[in-house]
């Protein structure tokens, strides 16, 4: 009995899978595979063709040179170079190994800064007043121009007086950028922001005094507003460049960097990057 029962089960799974009498292939004809496999490829292909509409009618709303949403906060992030391990900066005079690295970093930054480069790609603006290039209507003026910020205006912090940026001598340079922001404007009546750099509370016998490149430390007005990437293809940064001239030797100093503005809000505690740089400074003399 128990061997005649496994025998029809075995028919049972051999006819569901495909049963000759009824030309059926698990269970259902071919005509029923065909219009159901018919279904779900039109099904699929309306799902498709829905999402590359909703696609096509999004895109149709941006703007490759402006963006339609500016998520960001009131006043721009602040970043160093050269980079350090989180953002501390340690080296020894009398070892070149540990401050070679930062000597390569910042020739590779400042290289697009070349004054030959510069006087080839971009304009020689008037300082002090925003450089605004308007639209005519519809009309776009595109590529837009971008101001000269030639590497010599960095002086004893542009690697060419000393290939060495201060770091053989104990008197290194720091660059400064101001975050990127399309259409800000960061100073008013003439007024370029600036940078002023300190050290914390319990470092600031450490620190020493410290010189700015350009002088007064500015981020001169003539290089806003920023167009974007696409639109301003070779829009030159500006930088600031703060050398520490008689920083304490074997100490940990922190420093801390600050945007000067009279239309940028100041930094909040809430966010220690808006406007601002911290970083830790550490110059051994072995």
């Given at each position: 009995?128990?061997?005649?029962?496994?025998?029809?089960?075995?028919?049972?799974?051999?006819?569901?899978?495909?049963?000759?009498?009824?030309?059926?292939?698990?269970?259902?004809?071919?005509?029923?595979?065909?219009?159901?496999?018919?279904?779900?490829?039109?099904?699929?292909?309306?799902?498709?063709?829905?999402?590359?509409?909703?696609?096509?009618?999004?895109?149709?709303?941006?703007?490759?040179?402006?963006?339609?949403?500016?998520?960001?906060?009131?006043?721009?992030?602040?970043?160093?170079?050269?980079?350090?391990?989180?953002?501390?900066?340690?080296?020894?005079?009398?070892?070149?190994?540990?401050?070679?690295?930062?000597?390569?970093?910042?020739?590779?930054?400042?290289?697009?800064?070349?004054?030959?480069?510069?006087?080839?790609?971009?304009?020689?603006?008037?300082?002090?007043?925003?450089?605004?290039?308007?639209?005519?209507?519809?009309?776009?003026?595109?590529?837009?121009?971008?101001?000269?910020?030639?590497?010599?205006?960095?002086?004893?912090?542009?690697?060419?007086?000393?290939?060495?940026?201060?770091?053989?001598?104990?008197?290194?340079?720091?660059?400064?950028?101001?975050?990127?922001?399309?259409?800000?404007?960061?100073?008013?009546?003439?007024?370029?922001?600036y940078v002023t750099c300190g050290a914390k509370k319990e470092d600031s016998a450490k620190m020493g005094p410290v010189k700015y490149f350009p002088p007064n430390g500015t981020f001169n007005l003539m290089y806003y507003p920023y167009y974007g990437k696409k639109a301003q293809v070779n829009y030159t940064q500006p930088l600031v460049a703060v050398k520490f001239m008689n920083a304490s030797l074997n100490s940990d100093i922190s420093v801390e960097c600050n945007?000067?503005?009279?239309?940028?809000?100041?930094?909040?505690?809430?966010?220690?990057?808006?406007?601002?740089?911290?970083?830790?400074?550490?110059?051994?003399?072995?």
């Open positions: 009995m128990s061997i005649k029962r496994e025998a029809d089960d075995d028919d049972e799974w051999r006819d569901f899978f495909w049963n000759p009498r009824t030309h059926e292939l698990m269970g259902r004809t071919a005509t029923s595979w065909g219009l159901i496999l018919l279904f779900y490829l039109v099904f699929y292909l309306f799902l498709a063709g829905m999402f590359a509409l909703t696609m096509y009618v999004m895109l149709l709303t941006l703007d490759d040179y402006n963006p339609t949403w500016q998520d960001r906060l009131t006043t721009p992030g602040m970043m160093i170079r050269p980079k350090g391990d989180q953002l501390e900066i340690t080296f020894s005079v009398s070892d070149t190994e540990s401050w070679d690295g930062f000597v390569q970093n910042l020739n590779n930054f400042l290289s697009p800064y070349n004054d030959s480069y510069q006087v080839q790609t971009n304009d020689d603006c008037p300082p002090d007043q925003y450089f605004i290039q308007e639209d005519s209507g519809t009309v776009r003026n595109i590529p837009k121009r971008s101001c000269q910020f030639n590497r010599t205006v960095l002086q004893e912090c542009s690697g060419i007086s000393d290939p060495s940026y201060g770091y053989s001598s104990g008197q290194p340079c720091i660059l400064i950028k101001l975050n990127r922001v399309i259409g800000m404007l960061p100073g008013k009546d003439g007024q370029s922001p945007i000067n503005s009279n239309t940028l809000a100041e930094g909040s505690e809430r966010d220690k990057f808006a406007g601002r740089v911290s970083f830790k400074l550490r110059i051994n003399d072995k």
